[in-house]
């Protein structure tokens, strides 16, 4: 493969499988959204992303830009080498060989990896973290998690996990979280979090946009944003504390809050260790898109 062509990249989310066709500069093309079928079972998913992968293969060869790779990224304990998402709280698959799968429904080269590591790869070769040599990503989607980079580089870690701020226990001890531990940030501080929280609250189903809309005029969804950015600054803190970054890099679809999200988080993390100097925080200009960019990296570093 030259690394010139179009690829086809692909971010599986809790909430939806995206999927565009990407030129080297991230520009897209025959973007398609679909929901994710997780409460149909791990393999629905799976057939969900094998028929939209194949779907957007045969639009980009109709349209006569045909592909040259896949990239697919996913949540969860995923194995890039052997290309297994190993397991994922969100979408209950275990050992799912999606590389070899979708290679046999689209007939290209395909690269497996972590959404969430995707994410990072992007911020640092066209987000907020180019230039910088240690930052700490934290991607706000339907859970959370982040990237260590250390010296330029995402760590990769013993396992593949490193920043698993998602699951540090910060928030309210007697919440149990869906991997099975108790008072996960992601519980309060997720898209799938703040809208829990309302609702627990009101009684009133909102996804967290509607939320965001409703700040400075509902003083219930204010209450609920505090908690969920206070929540976050404390994972940030332990995370800051751990890694030391220059930068903190808020990424992912709830970072389109932007200042809504960054002001209070920012101040929180500071007043959480007033003994040293706070790294600088920012919202990233990616947006939920810095998943389906990286899933495009992968497929374009393949040879």
Not at 257 to 282: C, E, H, N, Q, S
Request: charged share 15%; proline share 7%; aromatic share 2%.
């Amino acid at each position: 493969m030259t690394r010139s062509g179009p690829v086809l990249a692909v971010d599986v989310g809790g909430t939806s499988i995206k999927a565009a066709v990407l030129d080297p500069d991230g520009t897209e093309a025959l973007r398609r959204v679909v929901p994710t079928p997780f409460a149909d079972g791990p393999d629905a998913v799976i057939g969900a992303l094998r028929d939209l992968a194949a779907d957007r293969v045969a639009a980009a060869s109709d349209a006569g830009s045909p592909v040259r790779a896949v990239g697919v990224v996913v949540p969860g304990v995923v194995d890039p080498d052997a290309g297994i998402a190993r397991y994922a709280t969100n979408i209950g698959w275990r050992n799912a060989p999606l590389r070899d799968l979708v290679t046999s429904s689209t007939g290209l080269p395909t690269a497996i990896g972590h959404d969430v590591h995707a994410a990072g790869l992007a911020e640092l070769a066209l987000g907020a973290a180019v230039g910088v040599a240690d930052a700490l990503i934290a991607v706000l989607g339907t859970g959370v998690a982040s990237v260590v980079v250390s010296g330029g580089r995402v760590v990769r870690g013993a396992t593949g996990t490193p920043g698993e701020i998602g699951h540090i226990p910060v928030g309210d001890p007697g919440v149990r979280c869906g991997c099975g531990a108790f008072g996960c940030t992601e519980m309060f501080s997720s898209a799938r979090g703040v809208a829990r929280l309302y609702a627990e609250r009101t009684g009133r189903p909102l996804d967290a946009a509607e939320v965001v809309a409703r700040l400075g005029t509902d003083p219930d969804a204010a209450a609920v944003w505090q908690q969920a950015t206070g929540t976050l600054a404390r994972a940030l803190v332990c995370g800051t504390l751990l890694t030391d970054p220059a930068r903190i890099v808020l990424a992912g679809g709830l970072a389109q809050a932007g200042d809504a999200l960054v002001i209070p988080t920012k101040d929180a993390v500071a007043a959480g260790m007033p003994w040293r100097a706070a790294p600088d925080l920012v919202a990233s200009p990616l947006g939920a898109r810095a998943g389906l960019l990286g899933a495009g990296i992968l497929a374009r570093e393949l040879s």
